[in-house]
């Protein structure tokens, strides 16, 4: 560790830390013994957000039935763009903790790119025309794809908008068809067919929607947690991360 830290100007740069929760820990014992043999007290905020990362593979996919969806899934189109903008504030202003929202043409800088290349999808709920949730992808391998956003409008919350957009997406993207939803375009993905959709989750009433879809979450029970076992590998498909902020404080060593 004390090599890691003589090659940074200002071990602060690295903050805030994002990783699994263990190495976390590790690494942030050892920040605070260095730190203090060096004259610096550190001392580390509370976890912003605990999460978990996963992935769906087609061999997780749930076999469970399911009745599908009235809503419309589709990729966004360059015209849906200003909606997109506004739903994905409204996304930052509930789930961000740690920052401010971005403005409007900050969103719209970050955003055109994947709309123009499909990486944004919509749900038009059924009989309505305006879009009631977006998901975002990105971060795409030769193997993976990562899902980075998904949001529902309050207003459409508990009507399995969101489970329609996530089951679609990551069969869309695993080339398993039956998604449940009309909408999706036929054929193989832009980006090519993956092996697995991965995504870090924070709140546990979304990682039950996520489970049931196929991925591979655990459920926590007395702080126990069940399941997330990979039918291929046999091995965990989870791991538990931790958002660690730190605020640094200088004192005296006395010689």
Known sequence: MDTVFAHLPDPLVLAPILGPDNVVSAFTD???????????QTRFEPAAFA????????????????TPSPHVVTPATPSDLEAII??????????????????????????SGPVASGLVWICRASGDSAPAGFVLVGRST?????????????????????????????????????????????GPPAVGIKEEVVLNVA????????????FLLPEVDGG?????????????????????GTEDVTVCVLT
Do not use: C
């Open 86 to 111: 506004h739903l994905r504030i409204a996304f930052e202003a509930e789930s961000w903790t740690w920052s401010e929202p971005h403005t409007p043409e900050e969103e719209h800088a970050i955003l």
């Open 142 to 186: 030769p193997r993976t794809i990562a899902i980075r956003n998904v949001y529902v409008v309050p207003a459409h919350r508990r009507k399995g908008v969101g489970e329609a957009m996530v089951r679609a997406v990551t069969r869309y993207y695993l080339g398993a068809g039956d998604y449940g939803s009309v909408g999706v375009p036929e």
């Open 224 to 244: 126990v947690h069940k399941g997330g076992i990979d039918p291929e590998t046999g091995r965990k498909g989870w791991i538990a991360t931790v958002f660690q």
């Open 30 to 40: 050892a920040w605070v013994s260095l730190r203090r043999s060096r004259g610096s």
């Open 203 to 214: 709140k546990s009433n979304a990682a039950g929607l996520y489970r049931k879809v196929g």
């Open 51 to 66: 999460s978990y990362v996963g992935y769906a593979k087609r061999a997780s996919l749930s076999a469970a039935p399911y």
